[in-house]
């Protein structure tokens, strides 16, 4: 949600020459996007999003991330197609940074998704986790539990200045998550960051998924599990039963959890309120120049943390 | 240049409901426009500028702004007509704050103009001077000469801070610009703001202006002095005198100016560089939160101003 790099007429006009998409017509940069710069492009051939990458994303992931946004595309599913210039590819340059085009998908994301969106949010992860089958790259989930520890053992200092008492807690989960992590769920393509900014609706409908730069092979219900807790707590801190009940209703529709994913939801989404604080807990220092966004709280996900440390029954259960 | 307001879905769908634009398909915030908040919208009737304004711009001052826009657009110019709502009303109200929504304009900024570009940016001003004649609204330019003196009071440390003896140098351009500054010359509405980010081209042809929030009356040469130092000097500092015949030629292609006007050029051209040199000198200190933009370096205009202060007889000769 920035725009850090800064493109002029003359760099817009020497990078179309690479394609078949006509003189630019309008240019706008958007505040979307996680930490990449966005531009909304029109050409004479239709809407675009051009996406600079910043230095968080790494090149040589690139075309993992833009393979599968194409694959999903060819599946059917609501995912922005990248665009390939005169002679293939996709990948490009701007200002010595990697570049790509992409289709401009409408829709809105929601802020506080109502159930029946909850409900959407969740069919569309399935329809995402069943047409990412059979996409050829991999991508090892270097934010997964096996990562966790490593990530947060230089972090103590800060989770003590967050909240005193808090690293020995973080710990004992991290320890609990480690002994309790299931070993063999169906596993697949996951999205990885399926928050409600990442989703368009029309209509109330499910529209689109965008922002795959997390995307990797991890357990299905990990995917969701980081759905739930994304879209289904209160600003109070508490989670919405009926909420999560849609959501997890609207994954099933269609692709119906087995036995071993349900009784794995409780400590995955414990697992993934983990991931989601240990990295906000790192991010939370000074803002970048030219960001438009602050870090965010970690105490969001260290209250999420404490939830499913006492258990949500509701997660297990059959729905 | 900024996105200070943040919208939501829900805020967007209680506004749109006031009008008879359908559902919202598209809500982008863009980074365009000065030091207000800007959304790119399209709804099921076409797409718009969402502008949400803060704190410099005055409330009161807004029908006067979008006045102009309208009328503008009624003459033909190339300008964003703002779009009412049910009841007739263009000015709204998001999270307390003054918004207006416009017609969306196609078109591209650019950053170096080439010497058509200038041309065109000539003809592009003169044309919005014409149309602009028989707008019944009526705006004091309070940053023209008359202010500059009170303006630069507080000021003369920062300038010091900036290049030592510079404050002396400003109070005597400021004495010269008083006693020299013209009486009469034809008025009228001035964009005052002409800078190659509000001008949008197609096809290399001027397509239109934008940002009008420092629209007022004054002699309509002196917008054209404003447009010169913004359009005609090189990043070395040095006026371009073939960028610099070709807007006064373009200009003229539609209004010829007279012999009053062509032998206050140099006065004005030295003016219009104190006013933006006193702004720039006065924003020159700690960056908004939010905003995607460093203040404007005032060195630029010292630069300017001692070009000016030197002549340039150019600008008085007849093309």
């Known amino acids: 949600m920035a725009v850090y790099t800064d493109?002029?007429?003359?760099?817009?006009?020497?990078?179309?020459?690479?394609?078949?998409?006509?003189?630019?017509?309008?240019?706008?940069?958007?505040?979307?996007g996680v930490e990449n710069s966005n531009f909304l492009l029109e050409t004479e051939a239709g809407r675009f999003i051009l996406t600079v990458y910043e230095k968080r994303v790494r090149a040589e992931e690139l075309p993992y991330f833009l393979g599968l946004m194409g694959w999903l595309a060819d599946q059917g599913f609501p995912s922005a197609r990248p665009v390939l210039d005169r002679s293939g590819q996709v990948l490009q340059s701007l200002r010595g940074k990697p570049a790509a085009l992409a289709q401009f998908l409408p829709g809105l994301?929601?802020?506080?998704?109502?159930?029946?969106?909850?409900?959407e949010a969740g069919e569309g992860l399935a329809w995402l986790h069943q047409?990412?089958?059979?996409?050829?790259?991999r991508r090892a989930n270097?934010?997964?539990?096996?990562?966790?520890?490593?990530?947060?053992?230089?972090l103590g200092p800060a989770a003590e200045g967050l909240k005193p008492g808090l690293a020995s807690v973080v710990a004992?989960?991290?320890?609990?998550?480690?002994?309790?992590w299931p070993q063999d769920l169906p596993s697949g393509v996951i999205h990885a960051d399926f928050f409600p900014d990442n989703v368009f609706f029309r209509e109330?409908?499910?529209?689109?998924?965008?922002?795959?730069?997390?995307?990797?092979?991890?357990?299905?219900?990990?995917?969701?599990?980081?759905?739930?807790?994304?879209?289904?707590?209160?600003?109070?801190?508490?989670?919405?039963?009926?909420?999560?009940?849609?959501?997890?209703?609207?994954?099933?529709?269609r692709r119906p959890l087995s036995r071993a994913e349900r009784a794995a939801l409780p400590v995955l989404a414990?697992?993934?309120?983990?991931?989601?604080?240990?990295?906000?807990l790192a991010d939370w220092g000074p803002v970048p120049d030219g960001a438009l966004v602050r870090p965010k709280d970690p105490l969001e996900y260290e209250r999420k943390l404490a939830v499913h440390r006492a258990g949500l029954s509701i997660l297990s259960d059959p729905a």
């Open 7 to 32: 493109i002029s007429d003359e760099e817009l006009r020497a990078f179309l020459a690479g394609f078949d998409l006509g003189e630019a017509l309008s240019f706008k940069g958007i505040a979307e």
């Open 142 to 154: 270097d934010l997964g539990q096996s990562a966790w520890g490593e990530f947060f053992a230089p």
């Open 109 to 119: 994301s929601v802020r506080r998704p109502s159930v029946a969106q909850c409900r």
């Open 204 to 253: 109330g409908r499910f529209s689109a998924a965008i922002d795959f730069y997390f995307a990797c092979d991890d357990f299905l219900a990990y995917d969701l599990a980081v759905t739930l807790n994304a879209w289904c707590f209160e600003p109070s801190g508490d989670f919405n039963v009926t909420a999560g009940k849609a959501l997890l209703a609207g994954y099933e529709k």
């Open 172 to 180: 004992a989960d991290l320890d609990h998550l480690a002994s309790h």
């Open 131 to 137: 047409a990412g089958q059979g996409y050829g790259g």
């Open 270 to 280: 414990h697992g993934a309120a983990m991931r989601f604080f240990l990295t906000r």
